[in-house]
């Protein structure tokens, strides 16, 4: 056999890489030779790095470890070392038997019902056989701020519907409100409905299902009629899983259980206010600040351990006897007993180490920056002299002040000429004026008569009470045409007549792009920046705090101890309103958060509210546990480093609003109000806080119009934008824009009267409008108020009046 010859390559073989083995992740473990690297690896990388045994051990472990963390937030809530279940009733119909539902709830078996003071259907239920206690709490729909204060501390809401309509009218007015600041864990319950036939019960319960699902998805009925389907809701309530509000988990919060006030020496408005309760959320130190919802922040004196009033298994006091089968125990008056009872001073606040009451900056008004002129500005001066010196001849014995009163016989010609033409114009004035005068005089004396006649005046009172209301309409109606035009024509503005432009428009600037032009942060700041407080990094600072609260680097009084705080230099009207049946709820506030800032919220318009709201009109707010009154800004929310002021909150975009404020460390709800005449509160708006930062820049723009008067090929004259030749010059460096998209810059003036000629990237169309931007930074005013009127409750109306509607032409 022949022997065949070996395969040889071609030229167009193809020719793969060689594989490098120095690089791979096995090669480097072998060389490393069990040595571990000093630098941390990325979190990427170690993952990377584990095989796919061991992510899948680590995965379990991470999901087991969040699976206890929740079994223990439910062990603890109201059992022996946490704080009792705090459950606030809220009926939603004016109908919901909410009596009805706590009394079933006080006959549980082997429970202690414990009945509060001083708050209408407040009591405490104790079951040592379960090993839990609840503490519940009413709150009508119609009283929408202690609905809210409450939900603010609250573990679970318990809202009572009507077995046939659910909720009306104010309680679906609290239900926005309670979604927009942060729904807590929450159940739903229907006493009632057993005297409707059986038909007709199961349409009502099917139509109830379907309302239902629209607001609350997957959520349960609890039927509440007897004694057994109570127990089902308890033990729903207790083991349900909890929902946490961001703002509320990183600070110590409580609802006050008892208070006292101690009035001072100097007088009785002002004193130490002792309130006790259960700490919630975090820790409690004695040296941090407290804030009162709706009274402000204070200082705490000293924190006392008190004999807890809820507990599962009382001491018995020697002298006094207490029968075993005594189901309903009423408290001490005002629990002021059992805060003198065997009372222990946990800590005591360091003056060292306290937090201060300081909110503002105290301006020295002489620390103003003031420079010395350099040699070069002195010869410019010197110069500048010389040349506005001028030869006289003046009689002898004349002083240089005498001399340059002397005035040369052209000035004089040219000064009289300049008189005479002043005189006449002036004369023409008058003679106009006069003739305007004698017209108007003539007009007005027409109506003189008028008012003499006589009418007829309905003597009805209610149509007398319904136009009383009509300069109201009027004033709303002045604000829908504004708005209105400001949709149309955003930002436009006629050039005034009798003020010259570049004197009226003086504080605006021109830019060549707003989104990439330069506009420097500290640059012309108001006064009352000189009172607010800045960080050099807000979320670095913030990282640092929340890392210390996840570490539980705070000391003080644990979760869940019954403690009595001493509050120092309170008002007197914080004891009245909690002797009035309102809560007292407390939280402590973060370092820096009782100092004033520029606070930036993004919020969306609330669609239950259709009027117009002007920007820098005074507003109500709720940013998480605060509330106080303030005149915002809104802006645009991009993402920009410059951002267009709206003067009317849009119902289409969500908006950032600006105001000062006290700090508040985000994530926080944000909900606006505004207050009608009658006292009343309209929620305008909901949202979240997005930062605190003074540098975020608001520009107000504004737009000059003027229409073209004669078109050329690329150029054209424009009129009506100006109105005399100085202002034409004094705004030619600013670029012009037409409506059409065509751009252009100003080449020169015509004649006097404001005509100019412009030059465009191309022709002109007859019916464009020729546009000019000016740009001006804006910043609010300084209206924080944070004391808030309580508002009128709502009235639940079963009907609602028709809506008249308004012919904007």
């Given at each position: 056999?022949?022997?065949?010859?070996?395969?040889r390559?071609?030229?167009l073989?193809?020719?793969?890489k060689?594989h490098?083995?120095g690089?791979?992740?096995?090669?480097?473990?072998r060389?490393?030779?069990?040595?571990?690297?000093?630098?941390?690896?990325?979190?990427?990388?170690?993952?990377?790095?584990?095989?796919?045994?061991?992510r899948?051990?680590?995965?379990?472990?991470?999901?087991?470890?969040?699976k206890?963390?929740?079994?223990?937030?439910?062990?603890g809530?109201?059992?022996?070392?946490?704080?009792?279940?705090?459950?606030?009733v809220v009926?939603?119909h004016?109908?919901?038997?909410?009596q009805?539902?706590?009394?079933l709830?006080?006959?549980?078996d082997?429970?202690?019902?414990?009945?509060?003071?001083?708050r209408a259907?407040?009591?405490?239920?104790?079951?040592?056989?379960?090993?839990?206690r609840?503490?519940?709490?009413?709150a009508?729909?119609?009283?929408?701020?202690?609905?809210?204060?409450?939900?603010?501390?609250?573990?679970?809401?318990?809202?009572?519907?009507?077995?046939?309509?659910g909720?009306?009218?104010?309680g679906?007015?609290?239900?926005s409100?309670?979604?927009a600041?942060g729904?807590?864990?929450?159940?739903?319950?229907?006493?009632?409905?057993?005297?409707?036939?059986?038909?007709?019960?199961?349409d009502?319960?099917?139509?109830?299902?379907?309302?239902?699902?629209?607001?609350?998805?997957?959520?349960?009925?609890?039927p509440?009629?007897t004694?057994q389907?109570?127990s089902?809701?308890?033990?729903?309530?207790?083991t349900?899983?909890q929902?946490?509000l961001?703002?509320?988990?990183?600070?110590?919060?409580?609802l006050?259980?008892?208070?006292?006030?101690?009035?001072?020496?100097?007088?009785?408005l002002?004193g130490?206010l002792?309130?006790?309760?259960?700490?919630?959320?975090?820790?409690?130190?004695?040296?941090?600040?407290?804030?009162?919802?709706g009274?402000?922040?204070?200082?705490?004196s000293?924190?006392d351990?008190?004999?807890?009033?809820?507990?599962?298994?009382?001491?018995v006091?020697?002298?006094q006897?207490?029968?075993?089968?005594?189901?309903?125990?009423?408290?001490?008056?005002?629990?002021?007993?059992?805060?003198?009872?065997?009372?222990?001073?946990?800590m005591?606040?360091?003056?060292?180490k306290?937090?201060s009451?300081?909110?503002e900056v105290?301006?020295?008004?002489?620390?103003?920056?003031?420079?010395?002129?350099?040699?070069?500005e002195?010869?410019?001066?010197?110069?500048s002299?010389?040349?506005?010196?001028?030869?006289?001849?003046?009689?002898?014995?004349?002083s240089?002040y005498?001399?340059?009163w002397?005035?040369?016989?052209?000035?004089?010609?040219?000064k009289?000429d300049?008189?005479?033409?002043?005189?006449?114009?002036?004369?023409?004035?008058?003679?106009?004026?006069?003739?305007?005068?004698?017209?108007?005089?003539?007009?007005?004396?027409?109506?003189?008569?008028?008012?003499?006649?006589?009418?007829?005046?309905?003597?009805?009172?209610?149509?007398?009470q319904y136009?009383?209301?009509v300069?109201?309409d009027?004033?709303?109606?002045?604000?829908?045409?504004?708005?209105?035009?400001?949709?149309?024509?955003?930002?436009?503005?006629?050039?005034p007549?009798?003020?010259?432009?570049?004197i009226?428009?003086?504080?605006?600037?021109?830019?060549?792009?707003?989104?990439?032009?330069?506009?420097d942060p500290k640059?012309?700041?108001?006064r009352?920046?000189?009172?607010?407080?800045?960080?050099?990094?807000?979320?670095?600072?913030?990282?640092?705090?929340?890392?210390?609260?996840e570490?539980?680097?705070?000391?003080?009084a644990?979760?869940?101890?019954?403690?009595?705080?001493h509050?120092?230099?309170?008002?007197?009207?914080?004891?009245?309103?909690?002797?009035?049946?309102?809560p007292l709820?407390?939280?402590?506030?973060?370092p820096?958060?009782?100092?004033?800032?520029?606070l930036?919220f993004?919020v969306?318009?609330?669609?239950?509210?259709?009027?117009?709201?002007?920007a820098?009109?005074?507003?109500?707010?709720?940013c998480g546990?605060r509330?106080?009154?303030?005149?915002?800004?809104?802006?645009?929310?991009?993402?920009a480093?410059?951002?267009?002021?709206?003067?009317f909150l849009?119902p289409d975009?969500?908006m950032?609003?600006?105001?000062?404020?006290?700090?508040?460390f985000?994530?926080?709800?944000?909900?606006?109000f505004?207050?009608?005449?009658?006292?009343?509160?309209d929620?305008?708006?909901?949202?979240?806080?997005?930062?605190?930062?003074?540098d975020?820049?608001?520009?107000?723009?504004?737009v000059?119009?003027?229409?073209?008067?004669?078109?050329?090929?690329?150029?054209?004259v424009?009129?009506?934008?100006f109105?005399?030749r100085?202002?034409?010059?004094?705004?030619?460096?600013?670029?012009l824009?037409?409506?059409?998209?065509?751009?252009?810059?100003?080449?020169?003036?015509l004649?006097?009267?404001?005509h100019?000629?412009?030059?465009?990237d191309?022709?002109?169309?007859?019916?464009?409008?020729?546009?000019?931007n000016?740009?001006?930074?804006?910043?609010?005013?300084?209206?924080?108020?944070?004391?808030?009127?309580?508002?009128v409750p709502?009235?639940?109306?079963?009907?609602?009046?028709?809506?008249?509607?308004?012919?904007?032409?």
């Amino acid at each position: 056999m022949a022997a065949v010859g070996a395969h040889r390559p071609g030229p167009l073989k193809q020719q793969n890489k060689a594989h490098k083995g120095g690089k791979h992740s096995g090669a480097s473990q072998r060389r490393a030779g069990g040595r571990v690297s000093v630098k941390a690896q990325p979190r990427r990388r170690r993952l990377r790095d584990l095989n796919r045994v061991d992510r899948r051990h680590q995965a379990l472990q991470l999901r087991r470890q969040r699976k206890e963390a929740v079994m223990a937030e439910k062990r603890g809530l109201g059992s022996r070392e946490g704080p009792p279940h705090l459950v606030v009733v809220v009926p939603l119909h004016c109908r919901a038997a909410a009596q009805d539902t706590l009394r079933l709830l006080q006959s549980q078996d082997s429970a202690l019902v414990r009945m509060e003071q001083g708050r209408a259907g407040g009591f405490a239920l104790l079951c040592p056989r379960l090993k839990q206690r609840w503490r519940f709490v009413t709150a009508q729909a119609g009283d929408l701020y202690t609905v809210l204060d409450l939900a603010k501390v609250a573990d679970s809401l318990l809202f009572i519907l009507d077995p046939a309509e659910g909720w009306d009218d104010a309680g679906e007015y609290c239900l926005s409100c309670l979604f927009a600041q942060g729904l807590p864990t929450f159940a739903l319950a229907v006493p009632g409905g057993t005297d409707l036939p059986p038909k007709k019960r199961i349409d009502a319960k099917k139509k109830l299902s379907k309302a239902i699902e629209k607001r609350f998805p997957e959520a349960r009925l609890f039927p509440l009629n007897t004694e057994q389907e109570s127990s089902l809701l308890l033990r729903h309530l207790s083991t349900q899983k909890q929902r946490h509000l961001a703002f509320r988990d990183r600070r110590a919060h409580l609802l006050a259980h008892a208070a006292e006030f101690v009035p001072a020496q100097e007088g009785d408005l002002v004193g130490t206010l002792k309130v006790s309760g259960f700490v919630r959320g975090q820790s409690l130190n004695v040296n941090s600040l407290v804030h009162i919802v709706g009274h402000g922040d204070f200082q705490m004196s000293q924190v006392d351990a008190p004999p807890d009033p809820l507990s599962l298994n009382p001491r018995v006091v020697k002298g006094q006897k207490r029968s075993q089968d005594m189901e309903v125990q009423d408290d001490c008056v005002n629990g002021t007993d059992e805060m003198e009872e065997d009372v222990k001073v946990l800590m005591k606040a360091d003056p060292s180490k306290q937090e201060s009451l300081q909110s503002e900056v105290v301006p020295d008004p002489m620390e103003g920056e003031q420079t010395w002129p350099t040699e070069e500005e002195l010869q410019e001066a010197e110069a500048s002299l010389k040349a506005n010196r001028r030869v006289v001849k003046v009689p002898k014995g004349t002083s240089k002040y005498q001399a340059a009163w002397i005035v040369d016989d052209e000035e004089g010609s040219e000064k009289d000429d300049e008189d005479t033409e002043d005189d006449d114009m002036d004369e023409d004035m008058m003679e106009e004026a006069v003739s305007q005068e004698g017209e108007s005089s003539g007009e007005e004396e027409e109506p003189a008569e008028e008012e003499c006649e006589t009418m007829t005046v309905s003597e009805c009172l209610r149509d007398e009470q319904y136009d009383e209301k009509v300069e109201e309409d009027e004033q709303m109606l002045e604000r829908y045409k504004q708005e209105r035009m400001d949709e149309m024509f955003p930002d436009e503005v006629d050039t005034p007549r009798d003020v010259p432009a570049r004197i009226r428009f003086q504080k605006y600037r021109g830019l060549k792009s707003f989104r990439t032009s330069p506009w420097d942060p500290k640059e012309n700041l108001p006064r009352d920046y000189a009172r607010i407080f800045q960080f050099q990094d807000f979320s670095r600072t913030r990282k640092h705090l929340f890392r210390q609260i996840e570490k539980e680097e705070t000391e003080g009084a644990s979760v869940g101890w019954y403690v009595t705080l001493h509050l120092c230099n309170v008002p007197a009207s914080v004891m009245e309103s909690f002797k009035e049946g309102k809560p007292l709820v407390l939280f402590s506030l973060l370092p820096h958060e009782q100092k004033m800032s520029v606070l930036n919220f993004l919020v969306r318009r609330h669609p239950s509210h259709s009027d117009p709201v002007r920007a820098k009109e005074e507003l109500i707010f709720h940013c998480g546990f605060r509330r106080f009154r303030a005149s915002p800004l809104f802006s645009q929310h991009t993402s920009a480093d410059k951002h267009k002021l709206e003067r009317f909150l849009r119902p289409d975009a969500a908006m950032v609003v600006t105001a000062y404020a006290p700090i508040t460390f985000p994530p926080a709800s944000v909900l606006l109000f505004k207050q009608r005449s009658n006292g009343m509160h309209d929620l305008i708006a909901t949202g979240s806080l997005l930062s605190v930062d003074p540098d975020r820049i608001v520009i107000k723009r504004l737009v000059l119009s003027g229409h073209p008067f004669k078109i050329f090929t690329k150029m054209a004259v424009v009129r009506y934008m100006f109105f005399n030749r100085e202002d034409v010059m004094w705004f030619k460096p600013v670029e012009l824009r037409t409506k059409w998209g065509r751009r252009g810059h100003i080449k020169e003036p015509l004649g006097t009267h404001g005509h100019m000629k412009c030059q465009f990237d191309g022709q002109l169309k007859s019916q464009d409008t020729v546009l000019l931007n000016l740009y001006k930074r804006v910043f609010p005013k300084w209206t924080y108020d944070p004391h808030v009127p309580e508002p009128v409750p709502w009235v639940r109306s079963q009907s609602t009046l028709p809506v008249q509607e308004v012919d904007m032409e």
